[in-house]
């Protein structure tokens, strides 16, 4: 069933009796040419260009929980392409332009918003920097806007422009950049590929890779062995537990990550703003909640729920720029699992087991790449060579020295 307007006025003439499930509950076949392990946004965005762009419909997507349980659901929503090194920012665009038009490519309502993004400056040697990235972007045909303080101030007054610390100089705005609900997309990704064949399996663990003659032969899940042509690697903050079911090592470190819902507010920050003098960002979803958080927790776990220390500096930096947030109270909080890679680039890579793929390490932005991604990895795993804007993402740059440290941080999984 397609929506649209009149699908909607028809079935409230008719109770709303007339609504199918998004998508099917299959059992799994026997084999299939592609399986995708986790159905994640990633996961499910590779299976639905692979069936839409390259027409590889025996595809199945395993996903040890339910659709949305993972870090798809549980992001602060924020999408932007405002990416400085060459090798990041043509995919980052690509994103971009791929949710411009989204909604109606995979017909369900994700709620894109491009409603900005805001960085603030605090000092003339950040301000510098920002312009480099500007230009960097401007250069790529990327919007990007320098903002001197009277400007923000303009557009946020509520924020601490005096503050004796981190006094806010101005900021680089994209104004293309914005919000999408997140779950919306794991939800309309899932019944597109539905849609064209794919099954989508639920509640189903992948326990081991079976290997033979060097090459991948299937999986053991929780719900049998399950044979396969291809295997591809979605498993986001689990992803180093999932490649060493295949004996590979990744460069990777897993990093819990909190996000952070206040009470309903009346509306006031009409755009996304980032703290430039610590990790603190912050936007106000349309149900008024200000959706917020910072830095990774700083210690290796695989738990979906982070520590106090966190949510206090988070509150700290938060009161540093917005004085008024210490009167908030907050009604939600969450973790999720990061694959931090070790320059805070991420991989859509073939691996040295012919018929297996990988797409991982991306830290605390997959989000917003979440559609190029799923483009860049079906083109990989149909195709066997990677798309023109996913050159950069290989596997062994670590090892070859070509790291993509987009911050210049080095090997830091806390600094990217
Ligand atoms: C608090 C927080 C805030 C964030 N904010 C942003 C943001 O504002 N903007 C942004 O761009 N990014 C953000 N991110 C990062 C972004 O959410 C992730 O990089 C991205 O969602 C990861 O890709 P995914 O959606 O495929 O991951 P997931 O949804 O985690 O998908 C991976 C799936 O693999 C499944 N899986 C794992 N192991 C197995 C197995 N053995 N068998 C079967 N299935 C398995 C998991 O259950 C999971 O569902 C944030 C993340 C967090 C946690």
Redesign the pocket.
Known sequence: MRYSALSIFLNGLRGNKGWGLAWRAPEPKSHYDVII???????LATAYYLAREFGITNVAV????YI????????????RSNYLLQGNNPFYELSMKLWEGLEQDFNYNAMVSQRGVLNLYHSDAQRDAYTRRGNAMMLHGVDAELLDREAVRAKLPFLDYDNARFPIQGGLLQKRGGTVR?DAV?WGYARGADMRGVDIIQH????GIRRENGKVVGVD?TKGFIGCGKLAL?????SS??AEMADIKLPLESHV???FVSEGLKPFIDCVVTFGAGHFYVSQSDKGGLVF?GDIDGYNSYAQRGNLSMVEHVAEAGKAMIPGISRVRVLRS??????MSMDGSPIIDRTHIDNLYLNAG?????????PASGLCFAHLIARNTPHETARAFRLDRFARGYILDEKGQGAQPNLH
């Open positions: 392990v986790g159905g994640g946004g990633h996961g395993l996903e040890k929980g949305g349980g993972g870090n798809v659901g549980r992001n602060t929503t924020i999408i997140h794991a189903c663990e992948v326990t899940t979605a498993a986001a903050g689990n537990r999932v990550l909190q996000a958080g969450w973790g999720g699992i990061m694959d991306w830290c605390y932005g997959g989000f917003k790449a979440t």
